[in-house]
């Protein structure tokens, strides 16, 4: 079975540009879940969203956005890019069963650079 | 605020010797507690995670963690240290409602082993 897949895996932009990044979780996972990883940093959690709705939101500016669609998979939308945006983005996916530590599955990320 | 703390971002073992990365976390309330591993260019996998059901926790590739209430720590050790263990090793927690798995990561601890 194929694990959380992101696309694209590397990606250049400039500073004040628009970026979507993508996820598709593992399938019959209904939740998906978005991190930043800045270099030499641990994750911070980005979003939450089960079933189309957003369960969760962490401390990011409103340039931040996301949504998942009907086949639960997701997409970030990052506006007006800074270079202190460039990060590791990482997706990942449970059942979404509200068990609280219900195993997270990662993607590999995309790797982004703002220049 | 909550938070995770891992105590030393690199650390260097022999191979065949014990790994001990620590994690403590500040929270008047047990939460749950992981502990992922990240390969080069590779996203996050689970290690372990601490359940309530039994403080000693074993995990995948010979890894255990001891939790702690008293000392709100959940270090992670593994016995003899083998080459391919080199990685980023990444402390979390969770304080989850229902439905909101969101995970609080520590900044991680580099593990190198030397020949």
């Known amino acids: 079975d194929a694990g959380v897949t992101q696309s694209p895996t590397h990606l250049i932009k400039t500073r004040g540009q628009h970026v979507t990044l993508r996820c598709s979780p593992i399938?019959?996972?209904?939740?998906v879940s978005w991190y930043q990883q800045v270099l030499g940093q641990g994750p911070q959690f980005i979003f939450q969203?089960?079933?189309?709705?957003?369960?969760g939101r962490g401390n990011f500016p409103d340039r931040f956005s996301a949504r998942q669609f009907p086949n639960y998979s997701s997409e970030l939308n990052v506006n007006a890019l800074l270079l202190g945006d460039s990060a590791l983005y990482l997706c990942?996916?449970?059942?979404?069963?509200?068990?609280?530590?219900?195993?997270?599955?990662f993607g590999s990320g995309t790797q982004l650079s703002v220049l | 605020a909550q938070s995770v703390t891992q105590l030393g971002s690199h650390v260097s073992v022999s191979e065949g010797a014990l790994v001990l990365l620590r994690c403590n976390y500040s929270?008047?309330?047990?939460?749950?507690l992981f502990w992922y591993v990240q390969y080069p260019n590779q996203g996050l996998q689970l290690l372990l995670k601490?359940?309530?059901?039994?403080?000693l926790v074993k995990g995948i590739n010979g890894f255990e963690a001891e939790f702690k209430k008293s000392e709100t720590s959940f270090h992670l050790t593994k016995p003899s240290a083998h080459m391919s263990d080199a990685a980023e090793y990444f402390c979390?927690?969770?304080?989850?409602?229902?439905?909101?798995?969101?995970?609080?990561f520590g900044t991680g601890t580099r593990l190198t082993i030397i020949p």
């Open positions: 929270s008047s309330v047990p939460p749950y």
């Open positions: 990942a996916s449970n059942g979404g069963t509200g068990v609280a530590n219900e195993k997270l599955f």
């Open positions: 399938s019959g996972h209904k939740s």
């Open positions: 969203y089960y079933e189309k709705e957003e369960r």
């Open positions: 979390a927690v969770s304080w989850a409602n229902f439905g909101n798995e969101k995970l609080t």
């Open positions: 601490y359940t309530s059901a039994a403080t």
